[in-house]
């Protein structure tokens, strides 16, 4: 399998963090997001909606958007398992996932954020409102949610980690990057820890990957 990325894209990470769990081989094809490669006719013929990460599993078009394509991996390879096994434990689980990955993750991406300064005209601390407009109040409902479900176990559902905690770790480092005040989170800044604690996420953070900068 050939899996295409950039290393600061998060859903990128969330995909790296499920491979690495796995334990699985994959041969990583790095696309310059900063340099617009995903805009290119090549990537297009990859994935024709034009965004990281995509999976070609040999055979077929391309897997895209992160979620499906973690799924995909979680089915083919059920060890160790990344969703619970009842209907609504998964249900669960994946609804905690779209708060992230449908309701606020959109809305800070690069091309959102150049429409803001290139359209609208947004200065750098319009976009940083901006951000923290649509990233708190998500990570906000995830704690509630989260302190709500379990205040003891090391995971958002559980002593294991699966999905719900890979897109939580995703937007608590996206947080991070945009300078977001999470100190009153203290349930998810617990699990992000206990994730981060992991060799799985740690290899898979945005910093540690090739052409990376120490920090943004």
């Not at 990460?53 to 958007?65: H, K, M, N, W």
Request: glycine fraction near 6%; charged fraction near 20%; proline fraction near 8%.
């Amino acid at each position: 399998m050939r899996f295409y990325g950039h290393w600061r894209s998060l859903a990128t990470y969330r995909v790296r963090v499920a491979i690495n769990l796995k334990g699985i081989d994959v041969e990583v094809m790095p696309i310059d997001l900063l340099g617009k490669e995903h805009l290119g006719e090549h990537y297009h013929s990859i994935n024709p909606q034009g965004l990281l990460p995509a999976l070609d599993v040999g055979s077929g078009p391309a897997l895209f958007q992160s979620m499906a394509i973690i799924e995909y991996i979680d089915d083919m390879f059920p060890n160790p398992p990344l969703l619970p096994s009842d209907p609504l434990g998964k249900a669960r689980v994946r609804a905690l996932a779209q708060i992230i990955a449908a309701d606020s993750h959109p809305l800070m991406v690069p091309r959102v954020r150049n429409y803001l300064t290139e359209e609208l005209g947004l200065d750098a601390d319009g976009v940083q409102k901006w951000i923290h407009r649509f990233v708190m109040p998500a990570l906000e409902t995830c704690e509630e949610i989260l302190t709500a479900n379990s205040t003891s176990s090391l995971y958002c559902y559980g002593d294991t980690p699966g999905l719900a905690d890979i897109f939580l770790a995703s937007h608590v480092i996206g947080a991070g990057f945009f300078k977001c005040d999470l100190s009153k989170l203290p349930r998810v800044l617990q699990i992000y820890e206990n994730c981060s604690k992991l060799e799985a996420f740690a290899k898979a953070h945005p910093l540690k990957q090739p052409g990376a900068p120490t920090s943004i």
